[in-house]
């Protein structure tokens, strides 16, 4: 089992690290908080950002694209870009996949990371744009591709895997952390009428969240990344989103620090785009009864559907 947090250095995020850091107010600008539509260029490519709080860094994601990880510890305060989101030409250290771009000056920061974000275009995926227009429509989404590391028997090493989404929904006299799986109406991992493929990572999850240490972890994970969104749309506001939308009320009660219970759901459920399926094969041929049966919740999505997520 794996360890679970979310932090960062309160003294980086201050109005003054706004000023002195274009390239962060930037990124800040571009946040959209979910429940608010994700605004789209000439072309009709995403051209906002989506923004997730990790262990001493913040993402910054478009699309499921990851833009920026911005390092935000006491010793360092910088941002890293995959390499297949920078020119040639742009100047930058570090090895790997993940760079370190020079910072851009400060009256060419926005349409550096505009390119940044058009060029990321090019990797959007259907599951991911899906996933997107699901966190316009349900603003007490507070997480996305979310990390847990799995133990399995068929590898070596614990394998990191990644949860779509993370929601907060009203329960009893406080709020409930539910974690989504997203699925195409067409992927085959969710389609069997033996047992669909996904059913494997979805027991590596369950065995997580049913671990009292780790379910412990991840509330208080929760508890601080919502505290820290909070303090984030302060900052962005103050970079010159004077519009910015609120945060949804899960959010702004679980980091409030007012001692809102806040429990877990320890069953991941599932979410199905199936807005394409026109011969209605998804629900026709009883997949969704099937995964249904076997892992809990199954919401499907059709043509015409709201995007708002269930609440039990």
Partial sequence: MSKFARRLNDSRLTEETVDSNAWFRELLCLWRPSGTESEKDAEGRISSLRLAVRDGYLSFYGAGQQIAKVKCTEQS??????????GPETDQTGGGDYLRPAPPAADAAGAVLMNRVATAAAWHGREKLFVDEVISANPDVFDLEVALTLARPDAARPVAVRLDLATLEPHQDGWRIVLWEAKMANDGRAK???EPKTMD??????EWLQDET??????AGTKEACRLLVRLRELAIHAGQTNMPP????????????GTPLTLDTNVRYVIDAREDTRGTFIGNGHDVKLRGLAGHVQVIGKGDPLTLDTL
């Fill in 77 to 86: 305060f910088h941002e890293e870009v995959h390499r297949k989101y920078l």
């Fill in 192 to 194: 069997s009428l033996a």
């Fill in 201 to 206: 990572q979805h027991r590596g999850y369950s």
């Fill in 214 to 219: 780790n379910a412990a972890a991840l509330i």
């Fill in 247 to 258: 945060l949804g009320n899960g959010i702004v009660a679980t980091g409030g620090n007012c």
